[in-house]
């Protein structure tokens, strides 16, 4: 999340936690995914947050909205980066090829962040699918922060995810009762939560604004972070209400 904590932090109070069984945060027991909320829930009162902003990436823009519903008193406005509230994907079948082309180009990657043998190995590898601009500086998130993130999601968070999206997840009817302002950000190539997924989202939010980014996808604050921290800024100077 440091592509939002590094401008965020010089005007609000962030707080990025490893969601349990994710980063530093080890499980060795199953799990469900409400486990999440409560997680965040004790974290809010620990540190006494009354009111605060949600920002979301992916599942966390998930939890971001389930924030929003279960507390409207205290979520003072909401980002959605890359999410949805009835997510689908349109991601093709993979194979062994694929995975051993990703782990080859992740290895390289690592080694040398940003180098074109990498960068010509992730284009025939599953970062295909998660990027559409194979840049230096996006190989470079990709090896500082994908790669350990990825190497440190437990099995027990895989299946609590796996399951929620058996379970046909669908928070639709729901949405009209967050009132707070709204900011969804999707890219046009995203194959794990379409565009148009995000874009029912925000159609079903009474008070979204919505940005759709061609060329990039799933992984697109890594692509275009500089115009997508503008996006932000923009949003929250036009919203001075959150802040109160």
């Known amino acids: 999340m440091s592509v939002f904590t590094s401008f965020l932090s010089q005007e609000f109070r962030t707080i990025a936690p490893d969601l349990r069984g994710y980063g530093k945060s080890r499980v060795s027991q ?61 991601h093709p079948r993979t194979g062994w090829q694929d ?39 996006t190989y470079g998130f990709l090896a500082r922060e994908a790669l350990p993130a990825y190497l440190q999601t437990s099995s027990h968070a895989t ?18 009762n967050i009132q707070c302002p709204s900011l969804v950000l999707a890219g046009e190539g995203d194959r794990h939560i379409t565009v148009e997924s995000s874009l029912e989202t925000a ?8 940005r759709v980014y061609s060329n990039v996808a799933h992984l697109f604050p890594w692509e275009i972070g500089d115009r997508v921290q503008a996006d932000i800024q923009r949003w929250l100077v036009a919203h001075p209400e959150i802040k109160t």
């Open 159 to 176: 299946n609590a995810l796996n399951q929620a999206l058996r379970s046909r997840y669908n928070r639709l009817p729901d949405l009209k």
């Open 30 to 90: 199953p799990f469900g995914m409400n486990q999440h909320l409560m997680d965040l829930d004790a974290l809010l009162d620990r540190f006494q947050v009354s009111r605060f902003v949600a920002l979301g990436w992916s599942l966390g823009g998930i939890l971001a909205l389930e924030l929003a519903l279960r507390h409207p008193d205290r979520v003072s406005g909401l980002i959605l980066v890359a999410t949805s509230a009835r997510p689908w994907s349109n």
């Open 99 to 137: 995975d051993l082309l990703t782990g080859m180009a992740s290895l390289v990657n690592r080694i040398s962040p940003g180098n074109s043998v990498g960068i010509e190995l992730g284009k025939r590898s599953l970062f295909r699918y998660l990027v559409q601009q194979h840049t230096p500086k």
């Open 203 to 210: 159609k079903h939010l009474p008070q979204a604004e919505c």
